[in-house]
């Protein structure tokens, strides 16, 4: 395969650059990995799964195998108790993802994400937060990642800090994100179209929002983001079903009343159309990298590269009802089924219809 294009270059160039992500959640629902910590275990007590999902996701359309890291640092493994797999985790991860990637001609992203421990008051914690970004950035940058994703910041100040870390100990390009919150300010009170404002001039490659919010409650919040942004945005919703009075998937409850999130959200997912209408807004908005984070699925992330005008491999398996046979439209298919058998299923059957007994 001829060498694939840059990330900046593909920035620079205004291609659409999409990223599958969502690993967690899709772990998690397969028994590989336990809600409530989610550290990504999975990497080294069954690396096999992880190379499958990133091919998958690849066959649905990423152009960007991202390594299983999000959770992977140093504060939540000391949580479980397992800080001394901290590097290998690290590494095997970024191993994974080298190797799908090379094989598929696709870019590799190393990745950080909110690392459970800043305080924007509290200076301790920001040398906290700094160990923990430097030492899986410089793993990704041995691993050979191609950029680096950072994200999912509640604060606009540890995104930042984020970003001067990837500057200070990879020069790699860089996708920041930030996770939008229930009061739609960052935890230290800026708006997104603010925070996101500052991390473009401060020389992030691309700067967007993931997570938290459902794919049309987070195209509401990037269509204010891009009246501020003039460059490159990033997009990643989840795919549950937000709304203006609950914009995260964590505030949405079951009739009881009880919380929905974690284990609880299949209720609230989303039609695939969904992300069919996201990818149509991402062109309208101009959103360069488009993705879906939490619940993501092979089928969802189809849709989405489908509608961004892409024709992936998992395309040839699009479904095609013409074929089916009781709601097909092939003049081959048995009139028993496409007439009375679908007649009844419709509720429109009479009893004429009925079969003799």
């Known amino acids: 395969m001829p060498k694939t294009k840059t990330f900046k270059q593909r920035i620079a160039d205004g291609d659409k650059v999409l990223l599958a992500e969502g690993y967690l959640f899709e772990f998690e629902k397969r028994g590989y990995l336990k809600a409530g910590a989610y550290v990504p275990e999975v990497v080294l007590e069954h690396p096999d799964q992880v190379v499958q999902i ?6 649905a359309g990423s152009d960007i195998v991202e390594a299983f890291t999000y959770y992977g640092h140093r504060e939540k493994l000391r949580i479980i108790g397992r800080e001394a797999d901290l590097e290998p985790m690290n590494k095997k991860a970024l191993e994974i993802a080298r190797g799908v990637a090379d094989r598929t001609n696709t870019l590799m992203a190393g990745n950080i994400c909110n690392t459970t421990v800043y ?30 994703v950072a994200e999912t910041y509640p604060d606009y100040a540890e995104a930042k800090l984020a970003l001067e870390c990837i500057k200070k100990f990879s020069g790699l390009p860089s996708i920041i994100n930030i996770a939008p919150h229930a009061n739609y300010t960052t935890r230290d009170g800026y708006s997104f179209g603010e925070a996101l404002h500052l991390l473009e001039q401060q020389g992030a490659t691309v700067v967007g929002l993931n997570c938290s919010s459902g794919p049309q409650t987070m195209t509401e919040y990037m269509r204010e983001v891009r009246k501020v942004c003039k460059g490159p945005l990033a997009c990643l919703p989840v795919t549950y079903r937000t709304t203006h009075d609950k914009p995260q998937m964590q505030n949405l409850t079951m009739p009881d009343g009880s919380r929905a999130f974690p284990v609880n959200l299949d209720g609230f997912t989303v039609p695939s159309d969904d992300f069919h209408q996201f990818g149509l807004d991402c062109l309208e908005i101009g959103i360069q990298v488009p993705g879906i984070c939490c619940g993501n699925t092979s089928r969802y992330f189809r849709r989405l590269a489908l509608a961004m005008g892409r ?29 009375v058998l679908r007649s009844k299923i419709a509720g429109a059957g009479t009893e004429k219809d009925a079969p003799h007994h």
């Open 119 to 148: 305080d924007f008051k509290d200076p301790k914690t920001h040398e906290e937060a700094t160990r923990i970004f430097k030492e899986q950035i410089e793993w990704a940058v041995q691993g050979g990642a191609d950029l680096i």
């Open 311 to 339: 024709n992936p491999p998992a395309a040839k398996y699009s479904p095609d009802m013409s074929k089916h046979y009781i709601f097909g439209t092939d003049p081959t298919l048995r009139a028993v089924n496409t007439g």
């Open 54 to 59: 990133s091919e998958e996701f690849v066959h």
